[in-house]
């Protein structure tokens, strides 16, 4: 699918797998997802360009690459983007984090804002917007319009599993995202939730049920 990076590296396939199986626990699920978020992160920068920075070897000067003049916005869609921004920072630092707060209504399954704090100088920052699950699509397209509004410009969407339905509504409303995921799935159930799917990632992570 246009726009669409399927991040289908064995390693990632693997991981994936144990986060599905319903007899995962929460001590394994959160650190899987901290595992995977690093891989997709690391996949969804590939596109960043280096600057140049003069330092000294042991042996001798050079002119080596770097990403800390690169200005980064990690954006965790609470709750559940929370463990994939705490795991990108670790790989990149001098990230700012900022927060966007919403949930499914459970009646319609339409997105509620209910917080956002964002960084400043958005327009100039590489945005990552982080939610482990692209299911309808109505958060992360809430999301990117909140951003837009905020004067992002260069955004990707970062993901374990997407639904089918969640990439085209996506795609429609924000051609120019593009979206890295772990896996595209078969469906959406009654309920809008994915199918195979891994369940209600935030009540895993969390342990809420
Ligand atoms: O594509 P959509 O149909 O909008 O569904 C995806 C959203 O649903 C989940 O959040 P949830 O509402 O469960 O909030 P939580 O993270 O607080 O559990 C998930 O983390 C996404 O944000
Ligand atoms: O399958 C789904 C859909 C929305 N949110 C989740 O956490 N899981
Ligand atoms: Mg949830």
């Known amino acids: 699918m246009k726009?669409?990076?399927?991040?289908?590296?064995?390693?990632?396939?693997?991981?994936?797998?144990?986060?599905?199986?319903?007899?995962?626990?929460?001590?394994?699920?959160?650190e899987l997802s901290k595992e995977l978020s690093q891989l997709l992160g690391y996949e969804a920068m590939r596109h960043l360009t280096n600057s140049y920075m003069e330092i000294d070897t042991p042996l001798t000067k050079m002119s080596a690459p770097t990403l800390s003049g690169k200005k980064l916005a990690l954006i965790p869609i609470l709750r559940a983007g929370l463990v994939m921004s705490d795991a990108i920072a670790d790989f990149v630092p001098h990230a700012k984090i900022g927060h966007i707060g919403l949930y499914r209504d459970p009646e319609t399954h339409l997105p509620i804002e209910y917080y956002s704090k964002f960084p400043t100088e958005l327009d100039l920052c590489e945005v990552f917007v982080l939610d482990p699950m692209l299911a309808t699509g109505g958060s992360a397209i809430a999301a990117l319009s909140i951003l837009k509004e905020h004067g992002a410009k260069n955004i990707k969407f970062v993901c374990f599993l997407a639904a089918p339905e969640g990439?085209?509504?996506?795609?429609?409303?924000?051609?120019?995202?593009?979206?890295?995921?772990?896996?595209?799935?078969?469906?959406l159930n009654e309920n809008s939730y994915i199918v195979p799917g891994l369940g209600d990632a935030g009540d895993r992570i969390f342990g809420t049920k």
């Open 3 to 30: 726009n669409t990076h399927l991040i289908n590296h064995p390693l990632v396939q693997h991981k994936l797998t144990i986060m599905r199986d319903k007899n995962t626990g929460t001590k394994q699920f959160r």
């Open 167 to 187: 990439i085209a509504k996506l795609h429609e409303s924000h051609p120019d995202v593009d979206i890295y995921t772990a896996a595209i799935d078969e469906k």
